[in-house]
């Protein structure tokens, strides 16, 4: 089994910044994908930023340039750095890890006030 837990998310002003992390334990022996989705109310889950094994990152276009995704194999930990936050960022943003099937963390609220 395993577990990814989220930290990071609040409220903020526009313009302002937050990190979220996402670190994953349990019976872990590699993993490959790990990313964000993000979703706000009355609106379908959509992929925020991913990242791969090797490094490879992937962004949606209304994120490209203000946020950062990186990871850290070693600490099974994948962060989000969110910046130039906008209203239309706030949503519940979850973490996802791929190991052959796709594990979810419990989503973590960001809200961005105007």
């Known amino acids: 089994q395993v577990q990814l837990v989220e930290s990071g998310g609040g409220l903020v002003q526009a313009g302002g910044s937050l990190r979220l992390s996402c670190t994953a334990s349990g019976t872990i022996r590699s993993i490959n994908a790990m990313g964000w989705f993000r979703q706000a109310p009355g609106k379908q889950r959509g992929l925020v930023a991913a990242i791969t094994s090797g490094g490879v990152t992937n962004y949606a276009d209304s994120v490209k340039g203000r946020f950062t995704i990186s990871r850290d194999n070693a600490k099974n930990t994948v962060y989000l750095q969110m910046n130039s936050l906008k209203p239309e960022d706030t949503a519940g943003y979850y973490c996802?890890?791929?190991?052959?099937?796709?594990?979810w963390g419990q989503g973590i609220q960001v809200t961005v006030s105007s």
């Open positions: 996802y890890a791929g190991l052959g099937v796709i594990y």
